[in-house]
């Protein structure tokens, strides 16, 4: 099956179609952040960081498209939001779609280590201590976005991470323009 999807993508790359997508989502993407940077900025608020470029964003909506045949979103999801959501995003790759067992047991085991080294409290605790340390990231976000991290959640999300990264600017905005 390998063989096939890898096929597929190279009719898909070849075909010229994934360049012409890329291209409009990457252009009409970059044109409305750069209209909400510019509305933030007339309103005094700052909710969007630096802008990719239309050609970065290009690359990735590709790289995205290219792993959703190739089952490889996870590694995307690595090389593009794990850098921007946790501290040291390499060690997190363990834990990416863990089992609720597994992830019990992990805990578990974290709180053992902290236990023996001098460190009270019950498991949750102690594993909030220890994600905060070492991903610098709270345990709720860790298990929302990297424990019971979801493939097709997480696609959407890249996909559509600047559409609503300009519906909250606009939001705060609207929110601003109204106080």
Same mark, same amino acid.
């Given at each position: 099956?390998?063989?096939?999807?890898?096929?597929?993508?190279?009719?898909? *790359?070849?075909?010229?179609?994934?360049?012409?997508? @890329?291209?409009?989502?990457?252009?009409?993407?970059?044109? *409305?952040?750069?209209?909400?940077?510019?509305?933030?900025? $007339?309103?005094?608020?700052?909710?969007?960081?630096?802008?990719? @470029?239309?050609?970065?964003? /290009?690359?990735?909506?590709?790289?995205?498209?290219?792993?959703?045949?190739?089952?490889?979103?996870?590694?995307?999801?690595?090389? /593009?939001?794990?850098?921007? *959501?946790?501290?040291?995003?390499?060690?997190?790759?363990?834990?990416?779609?863990?089992?609720?067992?597994?992830?019990?047991?992990?805990?578990?085991?974290?709180?053992?280590?902290?236990?023996?080294?001098?460190?009270?409290?019950?498991?949750?605790? *102690?594993?909030?201590?220890?994600?905060?340390?070492?991903?610098?990231?709270?345990?709720?976000?860790?298990?929302?976005?990297?424990?019971?991290?979801?493939?097709?959640?997480? $696609?959407?999300?890249?996909?559509?991470?600047?559409?609503?990264?300009?519906?909250?600017?606009?939001?705060?905005?609207?929110?601003?323009?109204?106080?």
């Amino acid at each position: 099956m390998g063989g096939m999807k890898q096929r597929m993508m190279n009719q898909l *790359l070849d075909s010229g179609m994934t360049e012409n997508l @890329t291209s409009v989502l990457a252009r009409a993407e970059h044109e *409305l952040l750069t209209t909400a940077k510019r509305m933030e900025e $007339a309103h005094g608020t700052e909710t969007l960081g630096d802008l990719p @470029t239309v050609e970065e964003r /290009q690359a990735a909506l590709k790289r995205l498209i290219e792993a959703l045949v190739t089952d490889s979103v996870d590694e995307v999801w690595i090389e /593009q939001v794990a850098p921007a *959501l946790l501290d040291d995003p390499e060690k997190a790759e363990s834990y990416l779609a863990m089992d609720d067992d597994e992830w019990a047991d992990q805990i578990e085991r974290w709180a053992e280590f902290y236990r023996e080294n001098g460190a009270e409290g019950n498991d949750r605790v *102690l594993a909030e201590h220890h994600v905060k340390r070492t991903f610098g990231v709270d345990l709720e976000t860790f298990e929302d976005r990297v424990v019971n991290w979801e493939r097709g959640e997480e $696609a959407e999300r890249i996909f559509a991470g600047n559409f609503r990264a300009v519906r909250r600017s606009m939001e705060e905005v609207t929110e601003e323009a109204e106080a």
